[in-house]
């Protein structure tokens, strides 16, 4: 009778929190400030709670983060990694499932909140791996499936082969337990290909060399040990090839190469090669019977290690061992290892004729061995190729739908924009006979009062307010619809369910309708002729800039732009109209960005000048060329140029801009040139009232 165990890849406390850690410190990093969205407040508790688990303290962990965001207002992102920390312990350390299902449960939920739409994916993956993971361990293979599944989309969806990877690792665990060795092989190479696309941290190259060993480990259960022994050296070449970018790392890593040690030794011994078998056992165990290293994978390396004294009648050697490994079972909880020990032991009295005592050990070894059976079963029972097919297969089918219904509602639309059309051109044409009549009208009268100069005059002017008024009533007429249809397609962009041939076109036309009605906005203002009183409040001007910049940053960030912004050391309030001022900054920064190639700097300055205070925009952009410097101030100007990505221009914000800061008596300008780019400069009027009710910013 001899020893038969199932080896999987394991890891204990140590190694999952300092490996799970480095997976949450690699994803915050990839934000430019090093915290993937996390709070001031909350950083250093990441942090502490963090090095807590690096020392194998879990539970003071936990009470330490609990204890601390008692008092901190969190974000989205915040709470989240709370809730990963707290499933990540229940999970994978404490074993309570339950609990770690409902902190899955919350993970899931809190990212509905989250704007971002980068967060909000990387955040969904991991949230349904965590339930899979629940779910599974509970023996709930269905439900674990679907959470699966629903990574797995986000990945397809996103191509992020970082979260496939985590997919088909999983898949491969999955079939591995179900002794599909075959299938667990094709999950491991397709996982191993994938996370080469990934950014290169240290949670990609231990799940590189994991996976090597799963390969392998697969091949030894299909009887094919020289690709087995050949994975094993790849999962150790790599570990030493690529081990030495993480020097912090050597305890992890040496652990690691033991179990590759323990698994190379199953080979070795099969082929008869004890000596070298006996060797690695010895590397083996030496480093994972340490403190809060891979006790239970040296406890199953003892055993192999005893099997082998057993087969060469090492006697001496094998006695103190089984006394050993009687003790750490008591504090070992593991199935796999008490089901070999007793075998071990029926084998050692079996062999001394000790019958008796050799049969108490096998009832022991069939009892515990039957329990694993079972479970075993349950879940090679359950088709996770069959499940992920119909899964499959259901989406595509709600993707059908989603098709038909996305076609339904764009020729919906395309039918009220033909209606919509047909209608303004009938306005127009019966406007347009209308004018001309008036026009012939105006030319009689002209040619029949040449010689009074200042009747004609006054003509002209009353066809040009006519003018004004005409266009803003097209303008008034047309902002309504289009407004509605831009809400529509907003709506209809934010909708997941589209392809991406789909929803780059409904981006297309939500470009269009929003241009549109910025377009309609500025005539409005531009030929709006009645005398406004502006109303001017003081404003903090600091505030107003820094809250501007804030709003552009979104925008700036789809072309790789950076906004810096130097504000005045103190608060400096000015007498102004806060809502005009506003529009002024946000034009300047808008053409900034405009007319800036992607990837430069934008600097928004304020200066105090003493008795004024100067506000300056400058870019790494085009320039304004000689030709046209004296008409970009002019209404409806021939001086407008597309962005450097094609963005358009209407000509009518900086005119706006001048007015508006012509009605604060105060002054606008700029220097340009093709290689320095643009600066456009305001200065404006210190207030010398009392501050006693400020305006809002």
């Not at 997976?23 to 990093?29: G, P, Q, R, T, Y």
């Not at 590759?260 to 008869?272: M, P």
């Not at 061992?321 to 009295?349: F, P």
């Not at 022991?364 to 061995?369: E, R, S, T």
Request: net charge positive; charged share 20%; aromatic share 10%.
């Amino acid at each position: 009778m001899s020893l038969a165990t199932i080896k999987f890849p394991r890891c204990k406390i140590l190694i999952c929190a300092c490996v799970f850690l480095a997976a949450m410190i690699s994803s915050c990093k990839e934000n430019k400030a090093g915290y993937w969205g996390y709070s001031k407040q909350f950083k250093p508790v990441f942090d502490s709670t963090s090095r807590l688990l690096e020392l194998n303290q879990p539970d003071r962990a936990l009470a330490y983060l609990d204890s601390s965001v008692k008092y901190i207002q969190l974000n989205t992102a915040d709470r989240f990694r709370v809730y990963g920390f707290h499933f990540w312990v229940n999970n994978k350390i404490r074993h309570n499932n339950d609990k770690a299902l409902a902190y899955a449960d919350n993970m899931l939920q809190v990212i509905q909140h989250s704007l971002n739409k980068d967060h909000y994916l990387s955040y969904y993956g991991e949230a349904n791996f965590a339930k899979g993971d629940a779910l599974f361990d509970l023996g709930r293979y269905s439900e674990a499936y679907n959470s699966y599944y629903q990574g797995y989309l986000i990945g397809k969806n996103s191509l992020n082969t970082c979260t496939l990877s985590d997919y088909t690792y999983r898949m491969g665990m999955i079939t591995y337990k179900q002794a599909n060795y075959k299938l667990a092989v094709s999950y491991f190479k397709r996982s191993f290909t994938q996370r080469q696309e990934c950014k290169i941290e240290f949670i990609s190259f231990y799940r590189q060399q994991e996976v090597l060993d799963n390969i392998a480990l697969s091949y030894k259960n299909l009887n094919k040990p020289d690709s087995a022994l050949l994975y094993f050296n790849k999962a150790m070449q790599y570990i030493n090839n690529y081990g030495r970018q993480y020097p912090t790392r050597g305890e992890i890593l040496n652990v690691a190469r033991a179990v590759i040690q323990g698994n190379t030794a199953d080979i070795l011994s099969a082929r008869g090669h004890y000596g070298q078998a006996i060797g690695l056992l010895k590397k083996s165990i030496a480093i994972n019977l340490k403190k809060g290293n891979d006790n239970n994978d040296a406890a199953l390396s003892e055993i192999k290690l005893g099997q082998l004294y057993l087969k060469t009648q090492n006697d001496s050697a094998l006695v103190p061992l089984l006394e050993t490994l009687r003790v750490q079972l008591d504090t070992i909880k593991s199935g796999d290892a008490k089901a070999g020990w007793n075998l071990l032991m029926g084998d050692y009295y079996f062999g001394k004729k000790d019958f008796a005592q050799a049969l108490i050990y096998l009832k022991n070894y069939h009892h515990i061995k039957d329990s694993l059976t079972e479970i075993n079963l349950r879940l090679k029972d359950n088709n996770v190729s069959e499940q992920v097919g119909n899964l499959e297969k259901q989406y595509q089918i709600a993707a059908l739908r989603n098709k038909q219904r996305t076609y339904l509602y764009t020729g919906c639309v395309c039918l009220c924009l033909v209606l919509v059309i047909v209608l303004l051109g009938y306005r127009n044409w019966a406007r347009s006979k209308a004018e001309m009549a008036t026009v012939n009208i105006l030319n009689k009268q002209v040619n029949a009062q040449k010689n009074e100069l200042e009747n004609t005059l006054f003509d002209l002017e009353n066809s040009s307010q006519e003018k004004d008024r005409i266009l803003r009533t097209v303008a008034h007429d047309l902002r309504n619809p289009l407004g509605g249809v831009a809400s529509l397609i907003s709506a209809m962009v934010e909708d997941t369910d589209y392809n991406p041939e789909q929803l780059e076109l409904l981006k297309i036309i939500k470009e269009a309708a929003f241009d549109s009605l910025e377009l309609i906005n500025e005539i409005l203002e531009a030929t709006d002729t009645n005398p406004t009183q502006l109303l001017k409040l003081p404003v903090d001007i600091n505030l107003l800039l820094s809250n501007s910049v804030e709003l552009m940053r979104f925008k700036a960030a789809e072309k790789n732009q950076k906004i810096i912004l130097n504000a005045l050391e103190a608060p400096e309030y000015l007498f102004i109209s806060r809502e005009k001022i506003w529009r002024v900054i946000s034009n300047l920064i808008s053409n900034a960005i405009k007319f800036s190639p992607v990837g430069t700097d934008i600097c928004v300055t304020i200066t105090d000048m003493k008795t004024d205070i100067q506000l300056s925009v400058h870019d790494q952009g085009i320039g304004i060329p000689e030709d046209i410097k004296n008409k970009v101030f002019n209404m409806f100007t021939d001086a407008k140029r597309p962005g450097t990505l094609g963005e358009k221009s209407f000509g009518l914000g900086l005119s706006i801009c001048r007015q508006i800061i012509e009605k604060h008596h105060g002054k606008i300008w700029f220097d340009s040139n093709p290689q320095q780019g643009t600066t456009f400069y305001i200065r404006l009027s210190k207030t010398n009232i009392p501050v006693q009710n400020p305006m809002p910013v």
